[in-house]
């Protein structure tokens, strides 16, 4: 088991260690679980994929315009996967 300490805010906010995130490809933007049982509060990374991307166009969808849907998308994965990602 690995621990990092972090201090809680304010306003009940926390900082997820670097490691952690990068271990767990986590990136700005993502939606996290918060479970809770006996020993503890546990941060979890949704395994739905429908949870997992819950809200990723709503900074493209302001004031209720549209928007091209596929160039978002595809500027979404190129951000996370690189100039690479057709080799992914």
């Not at 271990?23 to 809770?36: K, P, Q």
């Not at 979890?44 to 429908?50: E, G, I, L, N, S």
């Amino acid at each position: 088991m690995s621990l990092r300490r972090s201090k809680i805010t304010r306003k009940g906010q926390v900082t997820i260690p670097a490691e952690f995130r990068k271990e767990l490809d986590l990136r700005e933007g993502d939606t996290i679980l918060f479970e809770m049982d006996d020993r503890g509060i546990h941060i979890v990374r949704p395994k739905d994929v429908v949870a997992r991307t819950a809200g990723i166009f709503k900074d493209y969808a302001k004031n209720g315009e549209p928007f091209d849907r596929d160039k978002v998308w595809d500027e979404i994965v190129a951000e996370r996967l690189g100039p690479d990602r057709d080799n992914a």
